[in-house]
């Protein structure tokens, strides 16, 4: 077997227990190897794909430093609407929804009998859409007007726990959609360092959230 042949296989190889290990660490919160030893292994993956550039894939953990900087964000066209949501202050309000629930499922036959609802907490971020055609990330974009939004891939790309890979059996387009956000703990720390350097800090976690994730050069956005 020559030489590429067998980088082949350990990159493949490495890229597996990566995913694995970041998955673990980000997702679980429950990390299996030290971060030295994760490191030996992202490096022993850097160092195949400079000796071979054929074997980097858009889905490869190296690539989730990002793009380098660009002149603007590029316009996405939604393929479906991205919509936001009303409010619903008063009793009233539930009420008038819960009609239009009902009217809406009625016209379409189902029995709104059968409906039942989840209440959660709606976090401040910013909307995003993901999607994925054969399960490979091909592109992200922000709400936008609803209807044209802004290219974030690079930026969505160093958030490490998404996948820019799909496992299993998986539909041959699927967009996810939900909110990128900034926790008030990490937003603390940023505008510690911010301080520190005699910048202007954040005014609130989503304006840290959306500011991060608009940023022109990804490798910031990684920061």
Same mark, same amino acid.
């Given at each position: 077997?020559?030489?590429?042949?067998v980088?082949?296989?350990?990159?493949?190889e490495?890229k597996?227990?990566?995913e694995?290990?970041?998955?673990?660490?980000?997702? /679980?919160?429950?990390?299996?190897?030290s971060?030295s030893?994760?490191?030996s292994l992202?490096f022993q993956?850097?160092?195949v794909?400079?000796q071979?550039?054929?074997?980097i #894939?858009?889905? !490869?953990p190296?690539q989730?430093?990002?793009a380098? !900087?660009?002149? #603007?964000?590029l316009?996405?066209?939604? !393929?479906?609407p991205?919509?936001?949501? !009303? %409010?619903?202050f008063?009793?009233?309000d539930?009420q008038n929804?819960?009609?239009r629930?009902?009217?809406?499922?009625?016209?379409?036959?189902?029995?709104?009998?059968s409906?039942?609802?989840v $209440?959660e907490?709606?976090?401040?971020?910013?909307?995003?859409?993901?999607r994925?055609? %054969?399960?490979? /990330?091909? %592109?992200? $974009?922000?709400?936008?007007?609803?209807?044209?939004?802004?290219?974030?891939?690079?930026?969505? /790309?160093?958030?490490?726990?998404?996948p820019h890979?799909?496992?299993?059996d998986?539909?041959?387009?699927?967009?996810?959609r939900?909110?990128?956000?900034?926790?008030?703990?990490t937003?603390?720390?940023?505008?510690?360092?911010?301080?520190?350097?005699?910048?202007?800090?954040?005014v609130?976690?989503? %304006?840290?959230? $959306?500011?991060?994730?608009?940023?022109?050069?990804?490798?910031?956005?990684?920061?």
């Amino acid at each position: 077997m020559g030489g590429l042949e067998v980088s082949r296989k350990l990159a493949a190889e490495l890229k597996v227990e990566l995913e694995k290990h970041i998955q673990n660490y980000y997702v /679980l919160d429950a990390p299996t190897i030290s971060d030295s030893e994760y490191d030996s292994l992202y490096f022993q993956l850097v160092d195949v794909e400079k000796q071979y550039p054929e074997l980097i #894939t858009s889905d !490869s953990p190296t690539q989730r430093v990002g793009a380098l !900087s660009k002149a #603007t964000l590029l316009p996405v066209v939604h !393929s479906v609407p991205m919509l936001s949501l !009303s %409010n619903a202050f008063t009793e009233k309000d539930v009420q008038n929804f819960e009609a239009r629930i009902a009217k809406l499922l009625d016209s379409n036959e189902i029995k709104h009998a059968s409906i039942e609802y989840v $209440a959660e907490l709606k976090f401040d971020g910013l909307a995003v859409s993901i999607r994925y055609e %054969n399960g490979v /990330l091909v %592109n992200a $974009a922000t709400r936008g007007d609803g209807q044209v939004g802004e290219d974030v891939t690079p930026n969505i /790309l160093t958030i490490r726990p998404i996948p820019h890979k799909l496992k299993g059996d998986v539909p041959k387009i699927l967009e996810i959609r939900g909110e990128v956000l900034m926790y008030k703990s990490t937003f603390e720390k940023i505008n510690t360092v911010l301080h520190s350097q005699d910048k202007k800090p954040f005014v609130n976690p989503r %304006n840290a959230a $959306a500011g991060s994730l608009k940023q022109l050069d990804s490798r910031i956005t990684k920061q």
